[in-house]
């Protein structure tokens, strides 16, 4: 299998997540001043137009809210058969993260989610989601 693509960590606007993911946690940016849930991450706020954010930590489930399977190649280092997932998060309804499944998972929508670390390098940790146990 050839190289996936990895984040760049250090990114102004998503490292603070890249960063919780490598402690093992769920992150996302949110404005101080209004309590906006900035996601995608931007460093001022939609919400209110403030410029006072912080990352925080929310609970590493969700809810499956789309997928799709991958039948063919598409991009070098994703071998099919895969499936893409599309969680909406419980702690902040609205906020989608995705994830990256091995083969044809039995799935449905609607289901719960629970977030899987993966650690690239000693450096990179993915975010990634499984189904919660029943």
Same mark, same amino acid.
Do not use: A, F, Q, W
């Given at each position: 299998?050839?190289?996936r693509p990895i984040p760049n960590i250090e990114d102004h606007d998503t490292g603070g997540h890249w960063h919780a993911a490598k402690d093992?946690? %769920?992150g996302l940016?949110?404005?101080t001043d209004c309590g906006t849930v900035l996601h995608l991450p931007k460093a001022y706020c939609h919400?209110?137009?403030g410029w006072s954010t912080e990352w925080r930590s929310v609970a590493p489930t969700g809810t499956l809210y789309s997928y799709t399977v991958t039948e063919r190649q598409l991009r070098p280092g994703f071998?099919?058969?895969y499936t893409v997932v599309v %969680?909406?998060?419980d702690d902040a309804p609205g906020a989608r993260l995705f994830g990256y499944l091995e083969g044809r998972p039995d799935l449905k929508i609607g289901m719960p989610m629970r977030a899987r670390f993966d650690e690239v390098d000693e450096?990179?940790?993915l975010v990634q989601w499984d189904p919660a146990a029943a």
């Open positions: 299998m050839s190289e093992g946690k %769920v940016r949110v404005c919400g209110c137009g071998d099919p058969p %969680v909406d998060l450096h990179v940790t």
